[in-house]
């Protein structure tokens, strides 16, 4: 398997041990065969499918893109890309044309065997004019896509994007048997580790492993049985009384309780989700970068950590990219709570004091209202007064965030810093919540795009962090950490994914009984 | 009693047709509240990724863009040729989706029923017969302490005795089709405890009740006074003439076990109806709460007819008019 990652400048420098761990399990343990693992999930609705293009909960991204279907590349647990149904990929200079040769030898759970045409059928569904696919955005660069034999296909993208290849490991964009993919969405038919025998949406789903799978150095289980139990208490009750073998979501408020039981483990992870008080930069009084300063130095950021998340987080620096970003700029100057500096930047900005109406529900995260009023006492101090606005968490994402200039928000992150800041930095976007328009910004994000070189990158990659540290509309105050837990019979690898939870959703993969 | 039975029928006719329009102004009602409720299904879907276009794009595939009263009437045309329509959030039927899950809620119910109707009506016979004594005051007690205590509370506490201090009934009620009849039992005992521990105060007081009241008949002293024993006097003579009001409170609470189980379906994972009926609400999946809702309200119209018929039934001046 050659992966050529030099050259397309997707390795890190010093990072060349990941390609070892890209290439199999860590030595240290040897995995073994057998059991059934029973998950007891959060995050499973009535409403779901094993439709790619709806997923956006735990329940249907372990149990698709972990669990039952492929995508066409795969984040490893240590962050670096890899090869899961193409086996390797080039690009052209300018990055704009992209070949993926595909793994011989694949066959879907219904025996057919996995070509370029299930490829193409299965992007079509992202790509077309009226599709309602989440991934919509992140393939509308495709400009043409083809065949060129039965197991290579081309990409031509409108403009250079180095990361292409990361964006194809996107949980929505699984592969599906072309000329069936109705019925694969029915019944849940791909070409991943287990094979589909029950599935009753927001109940349960029972998979057994694919004899015939491609991978021989995961999908350690005979069997999986992933039950949806959405109230925490119900779930670390299941783990407690040995009812399944592991949970997603740990309640923080009873982690204590959990940590008490020798039998149950906790498994922690600081990714890139983090929660966000996005500002209207399009509007009163938010047009000026030093109310926005202003309020960035009137939050306690330790302080939510400590309160809203119970410690299970880090504090964040007003940018969306997190530790499992590639070029995540650890080095920042970071801002803290300064009331005195606050106060600076408000006279700055002509004012002596401050009044703004901040929305906030916990649909945007749990425990963002008392995170508002925490920011209220904190920015009271230098001289700013937050009125916090509780607004109905039904329809809060239509009717809240988006419409209000101030409110609470949460991002999961995403896998690249491109991904990332196009999703909701650059300018014009649709779900650029802030409205923020910056010239060298946008200049950089595009230049950053297509730009091979990975020096280079990370160097525009560390200035727009700083960009938006000190110019963005966004509040990002913290990054939320995944806590999820498992009974100690179970096995793990020495490095768990951050991407989600559960080991970036791939604990069906990577785990085994002990 | 030709005249009776032809009355009782008419009667029951009667009643049936009343339901019938009930169910309508049910539907009409949850229809219109659901509609007044922040956000639509593609909205609430769609969530944080909720665009425009993409909102555009299910509205029209599942015609939510037509006016509110073309959606009920087209509804309705379906719903009376029973034809309940396609869930949005899966594309499937909603009657096979709610199908197994309605058994599911019947099986927990009739479970529940079959512990909680004989206990409440035991213990409060006894009650009546001992009354005032520790026994009756102690089944008092217990009875209103958890009928008192918040239904997630009563099934903690019961999880805790019975799943890990004594690890007897699995804390996780995973029924699924295939199981076999014993582990179903096994794995819907503790939510059926937790029921029954509910339900059972109003039952058993209401049996208590209904019988002394009759105590101090005339007729009751007639029997005490030549030499019945109490306990005959109870089962004997207050009992049969104590029905009506008892069976109209099963009914009553065997409408709860159906209708009221959302909590602790959502503490014991068990997958009934409420949790459903809950989870299509936060989507605003009409179709499905329609179902939901007419069941539910199909359930309270046909136990009430029920009751009713059974009070007349167990009446001898109702069943042998002048």
């Not at chain 1, 047009?287 to 809203?308: F, H, M, P, S, T």
């Amino acid at each position: 398997m050659n992966f050529n990652l030099d050259r397309r400048g997707l390795l890190k420098a010093g990072a060349a041990a990941g390609v070892l761990a890209a290439t199999g399990m860590p030595a240290v343990a040897a995995p073994k065969k057998g059991g059934t693992l029973r998950l007891g999930l959060a995050g499973g609705n009535t409403s779901d499918a094993w439709d790619g293009r709806t997923h956006s909960d735990t329940f249907m991204i372990l149990m698709a893109h972990g669990t039952v279907f492929d995508c066409l590349t795969e984040v490893g647990a240590d962050g670096q890309l890899k090869g899961e149904l193409a086996e390797s990929w080039e690009a052209t200079p300018d990055a704009k044309t992209w070949t993926f040769n595909l793994r011989q030898g694949v066959t879907f759970h219904n025996g057919k065997p996995f070509g370029a045409d299930d490829v193409l059928e299965s992007l079509a569904l992202h790509t077309a004019e009226d599709s309602k696919s989440a991934a919509k955005p992140i393939v509308a660069s495709i400009e043409s896509m083809k065949k060129i034999t039965d197991h290579q296909v081309q990409f031509t993208l409108a403009a250079g994007n180095a990361d292409f290849p990361y964006l194809m490991s996107d949980y929505h964009i699984l592969m599906y048997p072309a000329g069936q993919i109705e019925e694969a969405m029915a019944k849940g038919i791909g070409t991943g580790l287990y094979q589909v025998q029950e599935f009753d949406p927001g109940v349960r789903a029972y998979v057994t492993r694919y004899a015939d799978h491609y991978k021989d150095d995961a999908g350690w289980f005979d069997a999986v049985e992933a039950i949806s139990i959405n109230d925490a208490a119900a779930r670390m009750n299941a783990l407690m009384t040995n009812q399944v073998d592991a949970i997603n979501r740990v309640d923080f408020k009873t982690e204590a309780l959990l940590k008490r039981n020798p039998n149950v483990e906790i498994f922690e992870v600081t990714g890139n989700q983090h929660y966000t008080f996005p500002m209207h930069t399009n509007a009163e009084p938010f047009n000026d970068a030093n109310v926005r300063n202003a309020l960035k130095y009137g939050i306690n950021r330790q302080e939510l950590v400590d309160k809203i998340l119970l410690g299970h987080g880090a504090v964040a620096n007003d940018h969306p990219i997190g530790p499992a970003n590639q070029y995540f700029a650890a080095d920042l100057e970071q801002t803290a709570y300064d009331p005195d500096k606050a106060k600076y930047y408000l006279q700055q900005a002509g004012l002596t004091s401050l009044d703004v109406d901040l929305s906030a529900s916990d649909a945007a995260f749990a425990g963002a209202v008392d995170a508002a009023q925490l920011f209220q006492a904190s920015a009271g101090a230098g001289g700013i007064n937050i009125n916090v606005v509780r607004e109905p968490a039904d329809g809060y994402w239509s009717n809240v965030w988006l419409k209000k200039p101030f409110c609470a928000c949460y991002w999961s992150g995403r896998a690249t810093e491109d991904w990332m800041f196009s999703t909701a930095y650059e300018a014009g976007v649709p779900w650029n919540d802030t409205y923020w328009e910056n010239a060298r910004f946008n200049e950089l994000l595009l230049s950053a795009r297509a730009e091979l070189d990975s020096a280079k990158r990370g160097e525009m990659y560390h200035e727009m962090q700083a960009i938006t540290r000190t110019d963005g509309g966004t509040i990002v105050p913290m990054y939320a950490n995944y806590v999820d837990a498992h009974s100690t019979k179970l096995a793990r690898p020495d490095k768990i994914g951050n991407l989600w939870q559960m080991d970036s959703s791939r604990i069906t993969e990577r785990w085994w009984f002990a | 009693m030709s005249g009776f039975g032809a009355d009782l029928f008419r009667l029951v006719l009667k009643r049936l047709g009343f339901g019938l329009l009930t169910l309508i102004v049910v539907s009409l009602i949850i229809f219109g509240a659901v509609e007044l409720l922040p956000g639509d299904f593609a909205e609430e879907i769609l969530g944080q990724g909720a665009t425009p276009e993409a909102v555009a794009v299910i509205r029209e595939e599942l015609g939510l863009d037509q006016p509110v009263v073309t959606r009920y009437f087209s509804w309705l045309g379906g719903a009376l040729t029973g034809d309940f329509g396609i869930s949005f959030g899966n594309q499937r039927s909603v009657a096979e989706q709610l199908g197994p899950r309605f058994a599911n809620t019947l099986f927990l119910a009739l479970v529940a029923a079959c512990i909680s109707v004989p206990l409440a009506v035991g213990v409060g016979i006894l009650a009546a017969l001992y009354r005032n004594s520790i026994f009756d005051r102690l089944a008092n007690i217990t009875t209103l302490t958890s009928i008192s205590s918040p239904e997630f509370f009563v099934a903690y506490i019961l999880i805790l005795f019975l799943a890990v201090m004594n690890p007897i009934f699995p804390s996780l009620s995973n029924v699924s089709s295939g199981l076999d009849f014993g582990t179903r039992l096994e794995r819907t005992m503790l939510p059926a405890l937790t029921l029954t521990l509910v339900v059972t105060a109003h039952m058993m007081r209401m049996t208590r009740a209904a019988i002394i009241n009759l105590l101090a008949s005339p007729y009751i002293e007639m029997a005490r006074l030549k030499g019945v024993s109490p306990a005959r006097v109870i089962v004997r003579h207050a009992l049969p003439n104590a029905l009506a009001p008892i069976i109209n409170v099963i009914a009553l609470n065997l409408a709860y076990l159906i209708t009221g189980v959302v909590v602790v379906e959502v503490v014991f994972v068990y997958p009934g109806v409420g949790q459903l009926f809950v989870d299509s609400v936060k989507i605003r999946d009409i179709p499905i709460v329609q179902a939901c809702c007419l069941i539910f309200a199909a359930t309270y119209i046909l136990l009430n007819l029920t009751a009713d018929v059974l009070s007349i039934l167990s009446n001898p001046r109702l069943r042998h008019p002048k």
